[in-house]
């Protein structure tokens, strides 16, 4: 796997996908998102507000899943004590089982 470090073209376009957040996040803050007196919120647009807030958190929580897994897998010393850690708060009720 190439890494930013190795590649300067990786760490160009990572950078730059960066600043594009970066500049999203500044605009949509100075945006004046009040909604005018008297005007209603329409059903179309509460649940577009829904799904951005669903896939937000799921991609959000994916992102975290897979760093959890690749520095477990990078630091195996943090594996072996998880692991223990897992085994010692589960000993009284047995480890849980996927539910199939």
């Not at 209603?40 to 799904?51: A, G, P, T």
């Amino acid at each position: 796997m190439e890494t930013r470090e190795g590649n300067p073209a990786l760490s160009l376009e990572a950078d730059r996908e960066q600043l594009e957040i970066e500049r999203e996040f500044v605009q949509f803050s100075r945006s004046p998102n009040i909604i005018p007196r008297g005007r209603k919120i329409r059903w179309e647009e509460v649940i577009d507000e829904c799904k951005s807030f669903y896939f937000a958190g799921k991609e959000a929580t994916a992102t975290l899943l897979i760093w959890a897994l690749l520095l477990l897998a990078k630091h195996q010393e943090w594996q072996d004590k998880a692991r223990e850690e897992v085994i010692r708060i589960c000993a009284k009720t047995g480890l849980p089982a996927a539910k199939i």
